[in-house]
């Protein structure tokens, strides 16, 4: 071949390679271009399967399934078809459009029967023009059986002593075992992460048991123990914790003076809280002096403190003692407790005026003022609400003058209205006459009166702790009278001094009335006279539990004895509050120091004639003595006295009524439907007679008397029954009616007579008839209190003794229930006492011992066991009836026989239904117990995203952990914002003591960075497209075709 043949055939094998060449990258990139169009779609479509890791048997789970269809342009994206399956089982076909650049999300509900490994797949196909693309995805399930679960009772203390051994004694119960299955369970008490003790335990299933530790704190803190239990239940793991709250306190006292103001001892506040605490008694041990069991209520500044002292006082004081870390809390007030060795009164009075306190009440806030004005006041008797009353005076101190009519005309020509409503504006226009006025209040007796006065009080600002203890504690009618402005100062009381003129002889007062008439006067005189409480005549029907009472009272006073005594004597007219007492007519006499206003007594009612006296004080300056006077004299004194009296009774100018010495009117009569209308209370100061239109079979008909030895009357009804009738009074104890006395060597204490009509049958074994015995009267009559005995008089004319047992005690009285099985006259009786010089015997005695609660802090509704340890001390075999009390009721009383020298437990168990703090009794030995809510407390512990970049419309899921570390299981509200933007919410419920992990899936279209703010908690996320071109097995084949072509073509020619 010639050379320009070999250059020509060169240069055209050249140009062929160039050409092969420029084609092979045009296929290269046209094959490319369809690959990634078409190819690329399948590389990204994805699918993801959502179910839990692990569920258990007959659970119904949601297993979703969600695919993302990429935006593929010039594709015809037809629809996509899914057949779910569970291991090889197929649940059900679904199909679905799916668009370009779309989400599609399937969810299907299955149940696992059986317990065991499980795979969980998804086979897709979608249709892409005519391309059929393949998704599957799959995840593994554990399905197990029904969760095995430890609950734990922390039963532990809340406060704790340093240096003192705590006992911590959790109660474990496990659930869903099988029948009979036992599990070994190893509890552990972890401080700090580190374990202190560790006890094992066989629990069977749905069996509860307590498992103790025991732990000396040597410092004092706020402690968080926990406690860990550890199990292997079916060849698995498990383990769950606990925690609780623990304070421990250094006990001992710490020696302190403080300085501030006294208020007396408030006996109704003492009522609210005890001294007979085990922790405080253990204080109490450690003092080098006896602490009396009163005090008083002491206030330093913002401090508030009860102060153990047998000093009653008020004012201002040093108290030398010392300080306990105990605390009460009473009114919702945080009270000190504070033991008195020595307390030191000193004068700190400043004299200011009503207007300065107004103006600068700040500068006088718990300081001791002295204020000259008119006073006027009213005092009553309050109910505390559990039953108890307390004195309180109320009134207003004015500089404005005061008006004529004193309060006690107001009382007895108004007498109804200014009880029933003492809060009214009507009255408290009278107390506070002008605009210049302050209140002034004390929880003392006193009698009501309106005079000029010099009142040394406590200045109170409101908003500090001590103007709400003492406020608090009145009633909502005595709390009207206070000022309404939050900026106003009250007063507390500590002595007033009536400005008076002192008279000699009564006779000046009688001669020249004009002089001293609407003069306040003081003398000394001798007095004759009585009280009267005038609550049932006011309000017509004795069983309405007003607000306070009246006791008027009537008398005469005289210097000395001339020829008319109308001449020596004054009429004397005063009115207090009333505590309610038995006797309706209570007589006085003696010697004693009045103060009061001069009036008309024509002021008072026309029947009055002359000039008397408006009692403001009566002080006894001399023992109660009989007068000195002649018979027929002192007969027609009393004789003025009860005329006096009749007026004071009457409230009319018409008729007035005999002054009766035992009852006012002859008897009460209470008419109601049936028994749901009989009143709360009533009373038995005279015959009450109750008549009931209609009685159901099976209701009960249950009378509650107050200020009586009878206390209750308890009825069952058997059949039903019209027009029954049921008729109570109190007789003469010394029965002269009844023909026969009481049999045995016996005392009657009160006697009654019970008579019953259309409810003969009613009286039954579930009758009962309740009563109380004073233990003075023990004493002074000599009777045995263990051998009390209700009695009764039968149709036979003979006494029969009915069995009495015992229900309750307290430091004055001791109550008694006994079935009366039948009507008639009754008598409580008990034996003499009987001395045998000869009986050498050791009498039964009992000592009670080790009274323990387990737990000590219980929940609503939950059982406590009381336990307690008696022995018998006594000479031989007994039995001992042991009653629980709480809060000084009876809840149960146990019988139990004991050997001389035997120790036996007695145990009660107690449930309580309601929070609080509660004192629980047995014999003389005390505890308390603490009934708590169980309440919630749940709080994000962690977030956590699945990736921080997704594609556009890619799930992430956001996983967020929840911690509840109260003691019930409640619900917690997710809120899932994205940039500001809230677009999911989800409520889950947490158990007590338990940790839960919540799942939310998400996604965003546009690329972007976003925040996610999950309650609080922020998280940063990106979208962005996937950006890599998609490189498909065929580009690779034909690109290595053409390679090997031009290979082979270069390889000929060289052979050539």
Known sequence: MGGYEFMREMCLGECLKLCLLVVTVFVFVLVSFLSFSVVGAQDSASAQIGVPERVEVDEEVDIETSFYIPDVEETDVSYLSLQPYVNDTLIETESSPAPPGSNVSFVFDYVFEQKGDYEVRSEATVTLGNEIIEINASESVEVTSKGFDVYINMQNPVYAEVDENTNLSPTLELADLDENQTINVSTSLLLDGERIESRDASIRDGESKEVSFSHVFTEKGNFTPELLVEATVNGEEFEKNAFFNLSVMETDPQRKNIQGMSFGSLSFLEEEFSLDNKSINRTLDKLPIDAADEGLIFSQGEDVFYVITGEKRKGYANISGWLLQNKVSIRDVEIQLFVAEYINYREKTQSTTINELMNSSSEFSQEIVEVDSIKRQISQQINQGDGTESPVTVGYVSESPPEIKPLVKEAIDNGGELIKGPGSLEIKQKLRPGNTSLPVFSYEESYWYNGQAETEAIVLE????????????????????????????????????????????????????????????????????????????????????????????????????????????????????????ETIYEPYLGMYTYIGRVVSLDEINELLEGVGLVVYERKNIAESEEPDIEEDLRNKLTNRTKEINKVLLSFTQKNPKEVPTKEITEHIEIEVQGPGELPENISLKKPIEIKIGYIRNETSINLTIKHSFLSKINLLAKGNTSGAEIKIKQINKELTEIPQDPIGETETYRAFELELKNLTEQINEEAEIEFSVPREWFNETNTNQENVSLQRFGENQNWSKLPTNITEENETHISYRANPQDTSVFAVTAEKETEDEDKEEKPLEFVVEELSLSPEINQPGEITQVTVQVTNTGGEEGTYRANLTVNGEIKETQALSISLGETRAIGFDLEIQEPGEYIVKVGEETAELIIEQKESDISITNVSLSKQKVPPEQNITVTVELRNSGEAAGNYTLGLSVNDELIKQRTTEVGPKSTKEVEIDISREKEGTYELDINGFIEEFEVEKDRTPGFSSLVAIVALLIVSLIYKKKNKKNRV
Do not use: C, M
């Open 462 to 581: 409101p908003g500090t702790k001590i103007y709400e203890l003492l406020t608090n504690s009145t009633t909502e009618e005595v709390s009207n009278l206070l000022p309404s402005e939050e900026d106003k100062p009250i007063l507390y009381e500590i002595e007033s001094k009536l400005d008076y003129e002192g008279i000699i002889a009564i006779q000046a007062i009688k001669q020249n009335p004009e002089i001293y008439e609407d003069k306040v006067i003081a003398f000394v005189s001798k007095g004759i006279g009585g009280k009267i409480s005038i609550q049932e005549t006011i309000n017509n029907v004795s069983v309405t539990n007003v607000t306070g009472d009246i006791l008027l009272e009537g008398g005469v006073s005289w210097y000395r004895i001339v020829d008319s005594f109308e001449e020596s004597t004054l009429v004397t007219l005063g009115a207090s509050s009333h505590k309610g007492q």
